[in-house]
């Protein structure tokens, strides 16, 4: 238009609305398009939130659940930093295996039926890279394989597909996913854009509640540094949302203070009660790397990993008694993870170093409580490179998660992970039954030798007999670094006893590794090759 | 408070609230500050399109003297005119641009089809985006920005893609030349005259449009002090009578019998100054060099251009010191050296006032200062100059984000330009708000996320490449201080850089090393999986800082 046009027309510059400013406004459209709106209701109808606990560091799994069942191969292994046999905690209904003295709060969710630990979680080909661990942990990728795009954001991405283009909208007002305490996680990225709200990020929310941002200069440069900055708060689509989200509750369970993980927590509650839709908050809490002096020499069950590991159960058990506080205790599943766990040895400085195979806690009114897996196989005498084998792949946590809390089918859920581990993805008993009125798988039978072989020491070729229930059978080969070195079955069976000869020729001698996988049961044989 | 609160709460003997507005007293008085990388960034990022780690550099190496010699005396050629690069239509009946061959240029081919002048359009604002992606190494390419949007017009609505082309080279090659000249000539160019109708002023129907932009806002300006008359306004009118466009060989032409011959006398303002009426081929010329040149004499002309250049180049507040200390001597400058450009921007960006702590890091970025800032702080690679169809597709994905965030070359919402350099009281402030604030980030997001594939040639930010020309991108201390260092103008806290480091590049592990030892790893053994380990992380960083406010400013 002409100046002129303009002039007559006469807008205030105050009434220059920004959506305005090129003439139409994306948001507006969208809102009144039906069939976009029909686009963006989520797939699937759940209200159940996803809370994952991110240990960053590589958590020392071995002085956190310990194998009090075969408490001499695990002293002599660590005999620095053990923790004496009768400081470990016991878990309730299980025998021979314990947590660490620190950690009352899970051993009281245990008690209360809260709280599922799953043994030795890992995959195959461990990498010991902090980096690279996490990203694999993070996009639920193989080992050898790069990818760009997390297992959380895939989910979203499935139920939200348009997102973000859209959103927020009537039918989804609040954010896919939060993420408190980390500024960028791969987990919740998605094919295209990143499907969480990040809630440190300085621009955002989080300072309203907390009151941290950077300080602005009185200078022209923090006139304008202040103008951006709240901009960007009223643009947040989401902001108002949450901001009323966390004001409307006013009440909450008492948590520990100095305490970051609670600190975490506390506003994840608070944000659930407050009702928001969101389906996957993730916080994370750091300091796991332990190199050197992870307990103190007079009282192994003091110093700094004993620290960690009382925040994380305290923080834990606060939150679980917050939801129940709050009443939406029904709603929510947490579940931790770190990039791996710790060598089996620890060092000659009292710490441990980057490992394989771990345990993870899910917790949550809904979890099918008690233990998962067996105490880890541990070898008499541990050299300095032996890991635990892995007893679950990771992906098979993530996976029944998705099948039996968020309700997922099985084929949508498979198409979330790489091709390659589709078949070998198992559907564990994690979650109680009725939650997506569906029947939980039973638990297996836990003393009931699956797999055997011989002769047993061996020098090249040795027999490995197992009985499968039928359907997909896996046997893999690892060996003491965690590695998996070949799948020697990895097909459809039906029920029965079978034979396979293993023929270890190009291998050197020494402690292998046959971990069998049938259904919801696994099962590892330790194997030694002589010469 | 209003005019009433004041009064009562003064006659209470309370203290009027003292409002701390941020205000400097420098001058246009040479700086001796130091020359560091800190200076060199700020007036490369306010004279161009981002400050180039390769440019800051060369003129750290340099004094400011010969800096801004250096940026005001630009010896590169111009940039080759557009090409066709659209596709023309093989149907019957469907003009096909035909005289063109694909890959040269249209800019001297007539052809008034509709559709063909769409894409032509279409082309030269590629063609733009790409001289502004590939400036050279001084002032000009922003300067032209700058003087299009000073004179308003919109290529939508003139709809010649050919007589907007021109209308840009004439302010090319005019552009850090003599001001005068560029608006005696451009009140003659094609665009012009159809935009703001002078081809229809004639002596039995004047119209004024164009006579009134000429004193309001391309030469004397609005000021308390520019007080020309209505009736000036109709005189000029009748001096500019009888400009004509020949829409067949598309040539300006004076038609002498359209011309109003009378005598055109003025207000006080201009000291009753008669402009004599003339007859035949020569009187349009004649009369409008007297109207130029009349009006140039006047001193508000110096004044509002100064105003003008300092809204874009300085800061958008200009009180009475500025005005003193500032406006009044370069506006001086400028007239005393006929109009010329270049004493004035030499005198400007040595000034104290320029480099004035109170001046830094306060200017908002236009969609053009974000947009191509980005691509060449990013040192983005774009297709071999040969391959001009990937280089066009490119250059209309940028084009069309500065449109998206407000900025749509050579068409502003109306003859006034860009309301970031005249809106009070928001100014720059326009260009942030709820819907461009997240396409900003949006883009840099997608730029360093995927980048876009076009014609086979896919064009992003590489990080690792970036962080690869830092001095030292093994440190993650060292990489964040830099990163910063670059990209904003006003620091952030230790905290803030400490939260960056350990929830970015360690992704959330406790020790440094592990940066360095990821680093090193890539260095040695630039395998995939270690070149990932650092881009995810690298990514991540520049994501994250390019969202933050302090990237909005420079």
């Avoid at chain 2, 005198?347 to 306060?362: I, K, P, T, V, Y």
């Amino acid at each position: 238009m002409k100046r002129k046009d303009f002039l007559y027309s006469s807008i205030p510059a105050a009434a220059m609305l920004p959506e305005m400013i090129n003439g139409y406004s994306i948001k507006a459209f969208n809102m009144q398009s039906p069939l976009v709106q029909a686009l963006m209701q989520g797939t699937t109808l759940t209200d159940h939130v996803l809370v994952i606990v991110q240990l960053s560091g590589g958590n020392d799994g071995l002085n956190t659940v310990i194998p009090v069942a075969d408490y001499s191969r695990y002293f002599n292994a660590r005999t620095n930093v053990a923790i004496p046999e009768n400081r470990v905690l016991s878990i309730a209904g299980v025998t021979g295996t314990g947590i660490h003295p620190s950690m009352t709060g899970m051993q009281s969710l245990f008690t209360e039926g809260k709280a599922k630990l799953i043994q030795a979680v890992g995959y195959p080909q461990p990498n010991f890279s902090h980096f690279r661990s996490t990203d694999i942990w993070m996009s639920a990728s193989n080992s050898n394989q790069e990818v760009y795009t997390g297992w959380a954001g895939r989910y979203l991405n499935y139920e939200y597909p348009d997102f973000p283009i859209g959103y927020p909208n009537a039918d989804m007002p609040d954010p896919l996913a939060i993420q408190i305490g980390s500024t960028t996680s791969l987990t919740l990225q998605g094919p295209t854009v990143n499907m969480g709200m990040s809630i440190t990020n300085p621009t955002s929310f989080y300072n309203l509640i907390n009151g941290t941002t950077d300080p602005v200069p009185n200078t022209r440069a923090g006139k304008e540094l202040k103008f951006v900055r709240q901009t960007n708060q009223q643009t947040q689509g989401y902001a108002s949302a949450v901001r009323t989200a966390a004001n409307s509750v006013t009440s909450q369970y008492t948590y520990p203070t100095n305490n970051s993980l609670a600190d975490q927590l506390k506003i994840v509650a608070r944000l659930i009660k407050g009702g928001l839709r969101t389906r996957v908050y993730m916080v994370s809490f750091g300091g796991f790397d332990t190199h050197s002096v992870q307990v103190n020499a007079a009282d192994t069950t003091t110093g700094s990993h004993a620290t960690l590991l009382q925040r994380v159960s305290d923080a834990i058990k606060a939150f679980q008694e917050d939801l129940k506080f709050l009443g939406v205790e029904e709603r929510v599943v947490g579940m931790t993870f770190s990039e791996f766990g710790r060598r089996i040895k620890s060092n000659s400085s009292s710490g441990t170093d980057h490992g394989a195979a771990a345990p993870m806690f899910l917790f949550g009114k809904s979890v099918d409580p008690g233990m998962l897996g067996v105490n880890p196989t541990l070898p008499a005498t541990a050299t300095v490179n032996d890991n635990i084998p892995m007893q679950y792949d990771f992906r098979s946590i993530y996976s029944t998660l998705l099948e039996k809390w968020f309700c997922l089918d099985r084929s949508v859920v498979n198409s979330l992970f790489p091709p390659n581990v589709n078949s070998q993805l198992q559907s564990l008993p994690l979650i109680k039954a009725g939650v997506c009125n569906s029947v939980t798988p039973p638990n297996p039978t836990p003393v009931e030798v699956m797999v055997t072989n011989y002769p047993n020491p061996f020098q090249t070729t040795t027999t490995i007999k197992f009985r499968t229930a039928g359907g997909h059978t896996l046997i893999q080969i690892m060996d003491t670094l965690g590695r998996v070195l070949l799948n020697l079955v990895d097909k459809e069976y039906t029920a029965g006893t079978y034979t396979i000869p293993f023929d270890s020729e190009p291998l050197p001698p020494g402690v292998y590794y046959a971990r069998f996988q049938n259904g919801v049961n696994q099962h590892v044989r330790a194997m030694l090759k002589v010469r | 408070m209003d005019r009433r609160e004041f009064l009562t709460a003064s006659r209470r003997n309370k203290p009027a609230p003292v409002v701390q507005v941020p205000r400097t007293l420098s001058g246009i008085e040479t700086y001796t500050g130091p020359w560091t990388e800190q200076e060199v960034m700020h007036l490369l990022k306010r004279t161009m399109f981002g400050a180039k780690l390769a440019d800051v550099n060369y003129f750290k190496g340099r004094t400011l003297a010969q800096t801004v010699n250096e940026l005001v005396n630009p010896t590169a050629p111009n940039p080759a005119p557009p090409v066709k690069e659209y596709a023309t239509s093989t149907t019957l009946g469907v003009n096909a641009d035909a005289n063109i061959a694909q890959g040269t240029t249209w800019i001297n081919d007539i052809n008034n089809d509709g559709t063909v002048q769409g894409q032509r359009r279409a082309s030269y604002k590629k063609w733009w985006t790409g001289a502004l992606i590939n400036q050279d190494r001084s002032i000009r390419e922003k300067f032209i920005l700058f003087l299009v949007d000073h004179f308003g017009n919109e290529a939508t609505d003139v709809g010649n893609a050919n007589w907007m082309y021109r209308q840009h080279d004439l302010i090319r090659q005019y552009a850090l030349g003599n001001f005068k000249n560029l608006v005696r000539d451009i009140s003659k160019d094609i665009a012009m005259l159809r935009y703001l109708n002078g081809y229809l002023n004639n002596a039995a129907a004047p119209d004024e449009n164009y006579a009134r932009e000429l004193f309001e806002l391309f030469t004397l300006g609005k000021g308390p002090d520019s007080r020309y008359t209505e009736s000036d306004v109709k005189e000029a009118a009748k001096v500019l009578t009888g400009w004509q466009i020949n829409f067949t060989t598309w040539q300006t032409i004076f038609t002498s019998s359209r011309h109003t011959t009378a005598n055109k006398t003025f207000s006080s303002f201009f000291n009753n100054t008669v402009i004599a009426g003339r007859t035949g081929t020569t009187a349009g010329d004649l009369e409008l060099n007297d109207l130029i040149n009349m009006t140039f004499a006047h001193n508000e002309v110096a004044k509002f251009l100064v105003r003008r250049l300092y809204r874009w180049f300085v800061y958008y507040t200009i009180d009475d010191a500025t005005e003193i200390n500032v406006i009044t001597p370069l506006a001086t400058i400028f007239r005393n050296n006929n109009y010329e450009w270049k004493p004035v921007l030499t005198a400007l960006f040595q000034s104290q006032h320029f480099f004035d702590m109170m001046n830094r890091g306060c200017v908002i970025k236009n969609p053009a200062d974000q947009v191509i800032g980005a691509i060449r702080e990013m040192n983005t690679v774009f297709p071999d100059p040969t391959n001009y169809l990937a280089n066009y597709g490119h250059w209309n994905t940028f084009y069309n984000w500065m449109t998206n965030m407000g900025m749509n070359l050579h068409d502003p919402p109306n003859v006034s330009g860009m309301p970031a350099y005249y809106q009070e009281p928001l100014f720059h402030e326009i260009w942030i708000n709820s819907d461009s604030l997240p396409k900003r980030n949006q883009f840099t997001d997608i730029m360093v996320n995927s980048g876009y594939l076009i014609s086979g040639v896919r064009v992003q930010f590489n990080c690792v490449a970036l962080a690869q020309t830092f001095f030292n991108p093994g440190n993650p201390n060292d990489l964040i201080d830099e990163a910063v260092n670059r990209f904003f103008r006003n620091p952030i806290s230790t905290t803030s850089l400490s939260q960056i480091k350990t929830q970015i590049l360690l992704t959330g592990q406790q020790w440094d090393y592990y940066w360095t030892n990821a680093w090193m790893a890539y260095q040695a053994n630039p395998t995939t999986a270690n070149f990932n380990t650092v881009n995810t992380r690298l990514m991540n960083l520049f994501k994250y800082l390019f969202n933050l406010a302090e990237y909005q400013l420079i």
